[in-house]
């Protein structure tokens, strides 16, 4: 059973960065689309972006000019880093892969891991 | 940006009722429409994709139609563990987007 798992600081500083790890076990990083979404609290989900396990990448485009999404496959993991954060970046941020043959649907999720922005 | 709208915002149910929930796309996604349900404290769970087809493991009270703008989630008959925050989500266009939620509350 694949399972995903967020882990990072949950308290991070305005105008600095934030970096997440998503750590994906019982399965392969390789072959497969992976993502990052968020929900701040009391909003819906707005998806960051995602990268194939070659690392080729596709941003949000409100996002792209502070977003880098990368993958480390000898490690089965990646990872996100969203630099001068402000208080809305404040999340629950999730980590997910794609479903085999259909990017943009997500089969397994992490159970998402909460960032504060604030000094 | 491709918006998606979902109503009613809340629906109150009893066990055993049926629950239909909406989504409605601001311009046509075919049938690229996906529905989560999301938990307290859980990653959201791939219900149904490309608008009809059920997700490995999912019950077959949950059922989905739709294409073009509006679609349709149904739950034929609520169960205890149905309960929850339902999504609908687009991936037609980039930025793949979704609704804003319909929680199923008893």
């Known amino acids: 059973q694949v399972q995903l798992q967020e882990s990072g600081p949950g308290l991070v500083k305005p105008s600095e960065t934030l970096s997440l790890t998503c750590t994906v076990s019982g399965g392969s990083i390789s072959s497969y689309y992976w993502s990052w979404i968020r929900q701040p609290p009391g909003k819906g989900l707005e998806w960051i972006g995602y990268?194939?396990?070659?690392?080729?990448?596709n941003y949000n485009p409100s996002l792209k000019s502070r977003l880098t999404i990368s993958v480390d496959r000898s490690n089965n993991q990646f990872s996100l880093k969203l630099t001068s954060v402000a208080a809305a970046d404040t999340a629950v941020y999730y980590c997910a892969r794609h479903r085999p043959g259909y990017i943009g649907y997500q089969d397994y999720w992490g159970q998402g891991t909460l960032v504060t922005v604030s000094s | 940006e491709i918006v998606l709208t979902q109503s009613p915002g809340t629906l109150s149910l009893s066990p055993g009722e049926r629950a239909t929930l909406s989504c409605r796309a601001s311009q046509s996604v075919s049938s690229y429409l996906a529905w989560y349900q999301l938990k307290p404290g859980q990653g959201p769970r791939l219900l149904i994709y490309d608008a009809s087809n059920r997700a490995t493991g999912i019950p077959a009270r949950f059922s989905g139609s739709g294409s073009g703008t509006d679609f349709t989630l149904t739950i034929s008959s609520l169960e205890p563990e149905d309960f929850a925050v339902y999504y609908c989500q687009q991936r037609s266009s980039w930025p793949f987007t979704f609704g804003p939620g319909t929680k199923v509350d008893i």
């Open positions: 990268i194939h396990y070659s690392g080729s990448t």
